[in-house]
């Protein structure tokens, strides 16, 4: 459904060098007026948000907020996040450490989780005194660069962890759209419906990034009170196994805020190679699903754990599989 009125965007190319301001109501008439604005001469193009997250329909598009920053890219290709030009911030805010030609050429031809782990323990050094302050008044430079009207460290951090549920979500659906040739269409319709309700009454799990959300609720947050995040280890493991631990406080500082676009909620049973094709598999006996579990595996951290780059494996997660949801 577009919105009935339009909405100002900032979109940018891959390289970030132009910038312009279009009013669109739908996701198509943004790629036209993009394609026209950047006189694109192809028409086949995506668009990304600053942190990789794929905008691929009008429904995720229309839960933008108004002066969010896109990059268009062309289909198939990718734009660098913002956790990949932390070069730049880290200099700007550490100009002693890269003065070196040396080191400057070392970042950039060591692997990308090896520039992380090196970036972390560059902002170890800078002052988090300010990790206690909340609101955009008291800390605005953590704000800086964030085109949001979030007027709280919470409020955008809630916000980006629905971010990341509503993209499982709409991959999940993609996913199953995908078969749909061979599913019935009224029960993945009415699955589809199940999930996206309870989504919606948790309020896409905002929660689990919010330092504020109180401990006692069935499902925590992710942090302690003061916002410091600690890695859950890899999917096979039971606990992170660097020492010291991988942790990181985005409150602290815009710095971490980056850093932590970097961090992964990782299903231990893997979504697209185990959860759809089970829930396929159910479809397509017409047969009664486990909805609770389905929803459980898919978008909790009953299956999910928040992971340091380092230890999110993307290999097979070979002894994790998910099981039947069929229940009658």
Not at 294 to 317: Q, S, W
Request: glycine share 4%.
């Amino acid at each position: 459904m577009t919105m009935t009125t339009a909405k100002g965007y900032k979109v940018t190319d891959a390289a970030r060098k132009t910038r312009v301001g279009i009013a669109v109501k739908s996701l198509e008439d943004l790629k036209k007026k993009t394609i026209d604005k950047f006189k694109l001469p192809h028409a086949d193009i995506n668009f990304q948000t600053p942190d990789g997250t794929l905008v691929e329909s009008d429904e995720y598009f229309q839960t933008l907020p108004p002066q969010t920053l896109l990059i268009w890219v062309k289909r198939g290709e990718r734009a660098e996040t913002d956790a990949e030009l932390l070069y730049k911030t880290i200099r700007e805010v550490n100009e002693e450490y890269l003065s070196a030609g040396e080191k400057v050429q070392e970042f950039f031809t060591e692997k990308m989780k090896t520039k992380v782990f090196k970036l972390a323990e560059v902002l170890k050094g800078i002052d988090s005194d300010k990790v206690a302050l909340s609101s955009r008044e008291e800390h605005p430079e953590w704000f800086e660069g964030l085109d949001t009207r979030s007027k709280s460290k919470e409020d955008y951090m809630f916000r980006r962890a629905q971010d990341r549920i509503r993209t499982y979500y709409y991959k999940t659906r993609e996913d199953l759209h995908h078969h749909n040739r061979h599913l019935p269409p009224h029960q993945l319709n009415r699955l589809l419906a199940d999930l996206q309700s309870k989504l919606k009454l948790n309020r896409y799990h905002g929660h689990l990034f919010d330092r504020r959300a109180a401990p006692s609720e069935n499902q925590p947050p992710l942090c302690d009170h003061a916002g410091l995040f600690r890695c859950m280890g890899r999917w096979d493991k039971v606990k992170c196994l660097y020492e010291p631990p991988h942790r990181i406080n985005p409150y602290a500082s815009r710095e971490e805020r980056i850093v932590f676009q970097t961090w992964n909620l990782d299903h231990q049973i893997e979504r697209s190679r185990s959860i759809v094709p089970v829930i396929c598999e159910g479809l397509g006996q017409e047969a009664c699903l486990d909805v609770k579990r389905i929803y459980e595996d898919l978008f909790t951290p009953r299956n999910m754990k928040f992971v340091h780059i380092v230890c999110h494996d993307k290999g097979a997660h070979s002894t994790k599989k998910a099981e039947s949801y069929l229940i009658c």
